[in-house]
C-alpha cells in the first residue's frame, strides 16, 4: 500500500480566494488522482495528476478553476480558484499502488467557503 | 457515462447481524474494489478482486466479483459498533486507470 499525506487537514475560506491543497505520498507512484466528495455524496474524480505534462480533467472541471501541479512521482498540489461556497467539499487525493494497482486515498482535505 | 448502482443506500441493524451490500455496473469490470469511509477520514481500501467469481474474505467481510462482471457484493458477519460508516464500491474496466464509484451503502449499527 502507500501512505499519503495532504496539508491542510482543513480550512475556512473567503469566496474569491484560493486554496492549494498539498498531496505527499511515501513512494514513487505513476498515477495519482484528485477527486471531491461533497457532503453527503460519493466520490467525483476530478482530474488524473501527470507527472511532467497537464493534468487530464474529467468533464465539468477545468483547469483555470483546479490548477494542478504534478513535479515529480511522490508530489501533487491541487488549487481551487476564485471559491464560492458552492465549492464547500472534502478533496481527496488518492494514488495507485501496489502489485495489483490498487487505488488508495488520503486523509482529505476538508474546505468551508463562507 | 459509467453508472454503478449500490444498495442499500442505507441500513440501520442490531449488533450482531449480519449486513450485504452490492453493487452493479451498466459494463463489465475489470476490477473491483471496496472501501469504507469513517467520518472525516478519506476512504479505506478493505478487499480488491480482480477475477470473477472470486470469493475474497478480509475478517469478517467477504467480497464476491459476480460472474457476469457486472456486480460485486460485500458481506459483513457479526457486524459491531465499529463497522459504521459509509461503504463504497468502485469498479475500473479493462485498460482503464480511472476508477467509477458506487453512492456508498451508510450502515449505521445499534449496540
Known amino acids: 500500500s502507500a501512505v499519503i499525506s495532504q496539508k491542510p487537514s482543513r480550512d475556512i475560506c473567503q469566496r474569491g480566494t484560493s486554496l492549494t491543497i498539498q498531496c505527499q505520498v511515501d513512494s514513487q507512484v505513476t498515477m495519482m488522482f484528485w477527486y471531491r466528495q461533497q457532503p453527503g455524496q460519493s466520490l467525483t474524480l476530478i482530474a488524473t495528476a501527470n507527472q511532467g505534462s497537464e493534468a487530464t480533467y474529467e468533464s465539468g472541471f477545468v483547469i483555470d478553476k483546479f490548477p494542478i501541479s504534478r513535479p515529480n512521482l511522490t508530489f501533487s498540489t491541487l488549487t481551487v480558484s476564485n471559491m464560492s461556497p458552492e465549492d464547500s467539499s472534502i478533496y481527496l487525493c488518492?494514488?495507485?499502488?501496489?502489485?495489483?494497482?490498487?487505488?488508495?486515498f488520503g486523509p482529505g482535505t476538508r474546505l468551508t467557503v463562507l | 457515462g459509467q453508472q454503478l448502482n449500490q444498495s442499500p443506500q442505507s441500513m440501520f441493524i442490531q449488533e450482531g447481524e449480519d449486513v450485504s451490500m452490492n453493487c452493479t455496473s451498466s459494463s463489465i469490470f475489470n476490477t473491483w474494489l471496496w472501501y469504507k469511509q469513517d467520518p472525516g477520514e478519506g476512504p479505506v481500501l478493505l478487499i480488491a478482486l480482480y477475477k470473477a467469481g472470486e470469493l475474497t474474505s478480509n475478517g469478517r467481510l467477504t467480497a464476491q466479483f459476480g460472474i457476469t462482471r457486472k456486480d460485486s457484493f460485500l458481506n459483513i458477519s457479526a457486524s459491531i459498533p465499529s463497522d459504521v460508516g459509509i461503504y463504497f464500491c468502485a469498479g475500473n474496466r479493462y485498460n482503464f486507470n480511472k476508477f467509477y464509484f458506487g453512492s456508498g451503502t451508510k450502515l449505521n449499527v445499534k449496540p
Open positions: 488518492s494514488v495507485q499502488a501496489g502489485p495489483s494497482n490498487e487505488q488508495f
